[in-house]
């Protein structure tokens, strides 16, 4: 997927209003030609709404949705013929699978034996080729969504919205689906809108992340910006794990910056200029490494710390410590066999890590 690929879809200054309350605020979001778009963000930030803008099932209060250079933000969720897999999407309960599947074709006037060959196959893709002939009521919940999916493919729509489609499933069954969601969107090449609030899901399946933020759009990039660029605190925080010491006195030497954090001096990447706002030295846990003695190591941060609690997990243990013998808690996971995951609490620690890994957010 290059990022030059051509707008299929153009959302612009989308505001959707409930009385006084934004549930979008002027958001502006291209959908890429085939791409795999997620809408990330916490409970409430307005993922839905805009699937649902997105859909044709609400009218904004204000915006544009432009495609071909035509406004369709009034064109009716049918005319605009995408596919749309809702959380507790509701199947025909008094047909059998197959004929739920093959309804889009049905309506489409797809011939019999072309239904019936392309209806066995999003079977077999969703993995219900077994199932083909048994009413909804006879499948679990997770089975039933995968009609659903199943159902809304069959047609090989231009755009695929997808409101949380895996969250009904457990654990084996979503991480299949994730894969086979990936394929079809090879396969097909149409483009994909899924909203979710898993990190881990959207950064495994994501052409591109956009991440909401009560309503409006923190940050929208590749899964790899995303997580190692981020441009906010929010953003960093929300996108897997970051370890945040604020700095004081901080001054910028060319393309980095130094401060000082509990009576150590810290260093990071600073490509932007620095405002007057305080700013946080934001690290990656899985850059950091923790030692016994004062590591001597060219081109990193080094900072003293203590150990205050450790969680076995298996094949790594997670370690919570306190920097400055205050209250800044960083936490990291080593492997099983580091001699960090061998210490008691209280013990005197070392962190070190990359300047390269480390760069500054708004406090
Ligand atoms: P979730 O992950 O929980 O589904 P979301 O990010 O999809 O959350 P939305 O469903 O888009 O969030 O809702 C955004 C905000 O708009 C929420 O605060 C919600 O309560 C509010 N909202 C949505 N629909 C309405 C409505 N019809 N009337 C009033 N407020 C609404």
Request: aromatic share 6%; net charge neutral; proline share 6%.
């Amino acid at each position: 997927m290059s990022s030059s690929s051509a707008i299929q879809l153009s959302a612009q200054g989308i505001s959707q209003y409930y009385g006084k309350f934004a549930a979008l605020d002027n958001v502006n979001l291209d959908v890429r030609q085939g791409e795999f778009l997620t809408l990330l963000g916490p409970s409430g930030s307005g993922k839905t709404t805009l699937l649902m803008i997105l859909a044709g099932f609400l009218n904004p209060t204000a915006g544009k949705l432009m495609e071909n250079g035509v406004d369709i933000i009034k064109r009716s969720a049918e005319k605009r013929n995408y596919g749309m897999v809702f959380q507790g999407y509701a199947l025909f309960p008094h047909m059998s699978v197959a004929d739920n599947v093959a309804y889009p074709l049905r309506i489409r006037k797809v011939g019999a034996e072309e239904r019936q060959r392309r209806v066995k196959h999003i079977l077999e893709v969703v993995g219900l080729g077994a199932h083909m002939h048994k009413k909804p009521s006879e499948l679990s919940g997770g089975q039933q969504q995968r009609v659903a999916i199943a159902r809304a493919l069959v047609f090989e729509p231009e755009l695929l919205l997808l409101d949380e489609p895996l969250s009904a499933l457990d654990k084996n069954l979503r991480e299949q689906l994730q894969t086979e969601l990936q394929r079809i969107h090879r396969q097909v090449g149409t483009s994909f809108v899924f909203v979710t609030h898993d990190q881990g899901e959207a950064l495994a399946l994501s052409s591109r992340i956009a991440i909401f933020n009560q309503g409006r759009l923190a940050q929208v990039d590749t899964p790899e910006t995303i997580y190692n660029q981020p441009d906010s605190r929010f953003v960093a925080e929300f996108l897997g794990k970051m370890n945040l010491f604020p700095l004081a006195d901080v001054m910028r030497n060319g393309s980095h910056a130094s401060g000082r954090c509990a009576d150590s001096q810290l260093h990071a990447l600073a490509p932007m200029p620095l405002g007057a706002q305080p700013v946080v030295l934001a690290v990656r846990p899985e850059h950091m490494d923790l030692h016994r003695e004062r590591p001597i190591l060219e081109g990193h941060n080094v900072i003293p710390a203590q150990l205050t609690d450790k969680v076995y997990q298996g094949a790594s243990t997670h370690l919570a410590l306190k920097v400055g013998g205050d209250t800044l808690p960083i936490n990291l996971s080593v492997p099983g066999n580091h001699p960090g995951a061998q210490m008691n609490s209280g013990a005197p620690v070392w962190l070190s890590w990359p300047v390269q890994q480390s760069f500054l957010l708004q406090a």
